[in-house]
């Protein structure tokens, strides 16, 4: 694998060459535009050393940090010592976020939990429809992150860095392995906010291609205005004349590329087509009013509420449509007070929604090469903050996958009696990129980038490993 | 183990290969002398120095190869003798125990690099000091020859190759323009350059380009980029920070010449020279451009750490063109920059006065000086109410425990608070916490209780000292009125306490058992001699700058030539260490340097220079046989063609459409922005205050940069999000462009200001007015198909409006800027189309 350099695109290379002499490339690219598309079909790996099991990723990203201690790790012994000091030996000289030197106590899980699935797996009673396809489902109880504030938390879930300028996993996805989308892009970006929280902030870094090239950044989707910006024509203008213009301008782009012979003006072309179909082919798929009553009913949304379960809809039609890599963030998991009231909203929110995405796809044969991830970017104290919260915490929470090859039913490492530390086989965010990169048939130590002077990868240089026994 | 094979008849024949493949570029391979740093540097680097380089901690097998004498200590190999030197064996050995680069490094050496190892160590294996921290060797040049030019066709009469002819008038006068204003000509300005006969015609263009005030907004843009200039904080809540005056500062500096050692030791240690002045103090914001955060939760060594590394980094990359990043953690694998180097550099920095966590703090006042005059008479007056006030304050105080008691003693219901009350919200509001403060206990009250307690007691609760309470109340108000709406900047401000600055084991600033650090200059660079005293930022700066450093002429001329001809002389900008790319033509990067140093630093001087230079004027277009060639125009036998900037793409609609404010500096500006773009922003939530007037249509550089969010339009150009230093942008080209081009209320809206120039500037027939249209964009006239396109799209066009008045008028209102009440809408709703097109065109973005 020899991953390109962007200011040596060899693809631009193939266009010049392609051009010269014969001006037929643009000619083309109006009949068999796919091969100009914006993400090629293709990424810069040519050949997998593993079996492809997800051709696609959805990351269900759950900002502001799920308790894991109140979603999917039971934790009766802190029930126990609800209100009792925590263990200094636990806690002693660790880092902590806002309760850093205050006096550490116990707080109780805030619902029971119950038991699901052919091997009996508890999870928080909130939520019974995860429950009902926990045999999809493999918990991994034992993650764990470096970062303990929400921004840099985030950045190095997505990026695998604390360090702003990396690209996100999902453009080292659509870099490596192209799009089979021909009208959309290869990256794309849901956002959701439900109720009950302080709508904390996402920063576009989230999703920026980093110091890959621009073509491979996440774009948004947005439930109210331009679904994509700029997307829609100015006032006045319809989609005729819109058609009209853009081949005008292309008419003209290649009269003058015969003049010049610039390899880019081939790219600008097709570039202006593909805009043009994206037009028509976004605000499609942004309509769930072709969905029937059972779908809908299914996911429990309604078209253009902005819900969660409307961006997992969208989620299953983008993957429909071949998009690489869907990334939905579902806001306001940041509880650091009033905990009880703040996830039981979150758990109406996310639970039927999570399981309708796992039945649906299921349901039209595409779980088996669909990867769902779900996670926070951290996760949260067994102590209280407050009497009626957590705080950050970066030693231990629970993410969840399903679909492509992982092993449904699976609950994966355990953290210790209280919830405080990862203790039995305990896995990095590192781990967790690599097991998704193997997931696409990529080795993920070969899969690199230069940048300044060093073999950038996704699942960075201190030794990450993939999480063989979650897999089939 | 080591076994000799003989060699396959496979192996033979990809040597043959490998021969007839070098011999392509010149001499055969074997009898061209291999050069270290050329040939063999890079292979050795990217294939073993990650294990056998310079970092002790995770080298293998205690083998290090960057370093000759330690590589001959361990018998890697032995000179002239390639047979019997390990390093070979190890290439090709099929015991996967022994075999190097190892299988799990995903490394792999080409039949050719091989060859280029073994004929090396056959010559001897001879070592040269890395190109880049050499001393700069200023070439000789003939008398009366232009050093570029006579350097460059060195270079191609070396390789057999040819420059290209010199570009048409035209195209000199918009290359001379993009590349040093941001801004296109006027058709009147090609005009007159096209007919100017005189021999100095050209040099008297570049005269009056250097001398624009639009040179410093142009080259202000570069260095904003690699200095991470941006309005907000970066982290989390992104909020505003004051910071655009040192912006303004670049772009005066550029605008005047000012000595890049200069331009240097002002933003670094601008708070520590002689003459400081609020100038010097303003280039100094430099060191406060780094991200910040106000997260709560947020632990001070935590970003104290993140600051120190963000600022060494900027240093590396501004500066040095040294990747330092990688140090934070452990030694550098490919440079000889430690760990140690490192923490030392950010040593320097450790004297700044700035809160680790939060808002960020007002800043230095920019004030004339009649404005501090008022602001210093207003302070005193503020004073003055205060020490009244304090003198009554005491009774105040009494009285205020009084009215507490009585209001427990009668179970008093405050006013606005009774059914039936008549109170203003706000009144309301103040009554209710005050209330529940109240109900507290005393001692049990935190900040925000006291404070609505005695605002309520102020305002409601007495008449006592009602004079003093109000000339304070008074006093405050005009000394805020004054001062809050004066230009502010976050600057470098001294702290004598410094910061203790240690190595932190891996990074982690939660091991404090690391060696504290003085600030010290990276060891393997040439160093100064202090006298052994402790070192200051002033010295770092005065040192970077110094010609001792060999480092930051060659950083800031490979840019200054990037931006001048699309690629560095090195490609890789931020990197001129071993993972970088040695130039092809070194001798010009060195000399450019040197005459950087000995112009006094004179950047004007050196872009001079160079657009004067006759490869500068070369067109851009290539012939089939220099393309194959030299497909990248590495070897700068042609000119190249490239995108516009993110802001001069707009810039240069705005100019042509003459919707263009040509104002200089001032604060950042918020030109439209699609609604909900900050939906994801919070603490504060924000909606974007749209500007209106002249403040829409300011160029570019002065848009708001709003990190985690940067204006959409920008970031679909590839304007960087500066949260990290950015030496080079990249340059894209996706369907984004298409879709803002086309769509952006920005460009529909100069698209039909530039309509309603083409029907009241123009009183001709069509065919004409699209002339006229291509001129104003283009500067040039529109070819035979170009018109006749144009034509029947109008026509078109017009038959459309003329059915559909509607449609019209929803167009003509797009932007702010009204369309002219003379003009037929139908008629200018079709000529938008046409402006529009012309606007989209690649030729119209792109600097050729």
Known sequence: MFPINPTSLNRRAFLGKATRGLGSVALASLLRPSILQAAPAHGVLQTLPYPQKAKRVIWLAMAGGPSHLETFDPKPKLAEMDGQPMPESLTKGQQLAQLQGQALKCFAPQYPFAKYGKNQTEICSLFPQIGSVLDEICLVRSMTTDAINHDPAHMFMNTGSQ??????????????????????????????????????????????????????????????????????????????????????????NRAHDALVNDSEIATRIAQYEMAFKMQASVPDLMDL??????????????????????????????????????????????????????????????????????????????????????????????????????DHHNKAMTVWLAGAGVRGGLVYGSTDDLGYAAVENVTTVHDLHATMLRQLGIEHEAFRFKFQGLDARLSGVEGAKVIKDILV | ??????????????????????????????????????????????????????????????????????????????????????????????????????????????????????????????????????????????????????????????????????????????????????????????????????????????DKVLK?????????????????????????????????????????????????????????????????????????????????????????????????????????????????????CHDHKFDPFTQRDFYSLGAFFADITEPIIGRREDGMVIATPAEEKQLAKLDAALDQAKKKFEAIRPQLEAALKQWEADLKIYSVTLPELRDGAKAASADVQLAKKTAAALAKEPGKRNRKELDAIRDYFSAHGTDLFQPEREALAKAQKARDDFYNPLPKCIVSVSNSQKRIVRILPRGNWMNETGEIVKPALPHYLPQADFGGRELTRLDLAQWLVSRDNPLTARTVMNRLWKQLFGTGLSKVLDDLGAQGELPPNQALLDRLAREFMDSGWDMKHMVRTIVTSAAYQQVSTATPQLLAADPYNREIARQSPFRLDAELVRDNALAVSRLLVEKIGGPSVKPYQPDGYWENLNFPARTYPTDTGEAQYRRGVYTWWQRSYVHPSLLAFDAPTREECCAERTRSNIPQQALVLLNDPTYVEAARVLAARILSECHADDDQRIAWAWQQVLQRDPSDEERKTMADLLEKRLAAYRNDAKAAEELLEVGQAPAPADLDKAELAAWTHIARILLNLHETITRS
């Open chain 1, 289 to 390: 009013r072709s969905e029937g009553a059972k779908t809908l009913e299914l996911y429990g949304c309604q078209p253009g509420d902005g819900s969660f379960a409307s961006n997992c809809l969208l989620a299953r039609r983008l993957a429909e449509r071949g998009v690489r890599f869907i990334q939905l963030y579902h806001k306001d998991w940041d509880h650091h007070t009033n905990l009880k009231e703040g996830i039981a909203y979150k758990a109406q929110e996310i639970d039927r929604a999570c399981m309708a995405l796992i039945t649906d796809l299921k349901q039209r044969g595409m779980l088996d090469d669909t990867l769902i991830v779900w996670a926070g970017e951290f996760g949260r104290t067994p102590m209280s903050q407050g009497g009626s919260g957590r």
């Open chain 2, 212 to 328: 624009s005030p639009h040179y410093g907004e142009r080259m202000a843009i570069g260095w904003l980029d690699v200095v991470r200039f941006a309005d907000t904080i970066g982290y989390h809540s992104d909020n505003p920070r004051n910071i655009w005056p040192y912006r303004d500062w670049v772009i005066k500096s550029f605008n005047d010449n000012k000595p890049f050692d200069r331009f240097t030791i002002e933003q670094i240690a601008g708070d520590l020279v002689k003459d400081a002045s609020p100038e010097t103090r303003i280039g100094s914001a430099f060191n406060r451009l780094l991200l910040s955060t106000e997260e709560g939760g947020a632990q001070a060594k935590d970003y104290e750490q993140r600051m120190l590394t963000d600022r060494v980094r900027a240093i590396g990359a501004a500066w040095l063109g040294q990747t330092t990043g990688c140090a934070q």
């Open chain 2, 1 to 206: 183990m080591k076994v000799a094979l003989p060699l396959s008849p496979v192996a033979i024949l990809s040597l043959i290969c490998a021969s007839a493949a070098l011999g392509a570029e010149g001499a055969s391979l074997s009898d061209s002398k291999i050069e270290f740093n050329r040939d063999v540097r890079p292979i050795l680097s990217e294939n073993c120095f990650y294990c056998h380089g310079n970092d002790p901690n995770h080298r293998k097998g205690k083998m290090r190869l960057d370093i000759r004498e330690e590589a001959l200590k361990k018998e890697a190999f032995v000179p002239g003798k390639p047979g019997e030197s390990e390093l070979i064996d190890r290439l090709d050995s099929t015991d996967p125990d022994d075999l190097m680069p190892p299988a799990d490094s995903h490394k792999k050496l080409t039949p050719q690099q091989k060859e280029v190892l073994k004929r090396w160590i056959k010559q001897g294996a001879v070592y040269q000091e890395h190109w880049s921290y050499g001393k700069l060797v200023k070439a000789a040049i003939p008398a009366g020859l232009n050093g570029v030019d006579f350097l460059v066709q060195k270079r191609l009469s070396e390789i057999g190759l040819k420059p290209s002819p010199e570009a048409d008038r035209r195209t000199l006068i918009r290359r001379l323009y993009e590349d040093l204003l941001g801004l296109p000509p006027t058709p009147e300005e090609v005009v007159a350059f096209e007919k100017d006969a005189s021999p100095d015609a050209y040099a008297r263009l570049v």
């Open chain 1, 163 to 252: 360090i702003a300028g990396r690209p996100s996993m999902g453009s080292w996805v659509t870099y490596g392995l192209g799009s089979d989308a021909e009208e959309l892009p290869g990256f794309v970006v849901l956002t959701s906010l439900g109720k009950g929280g302080q709508n904390q902030p996402i920063a576009a870094r989230q999703w920026s291609s980093g110091f890959l090239p621009s073509k491979y950044q996440g774009v948004q989707l947005r439930a109210k205005g331009d679904p994509v910006l700029y997307l829609t024509n100015p006032p006045g203008i319809d989609r005729d004349q819109q058609g009209g213009d853009v081949e005008a301008i292309n008419k003209l």
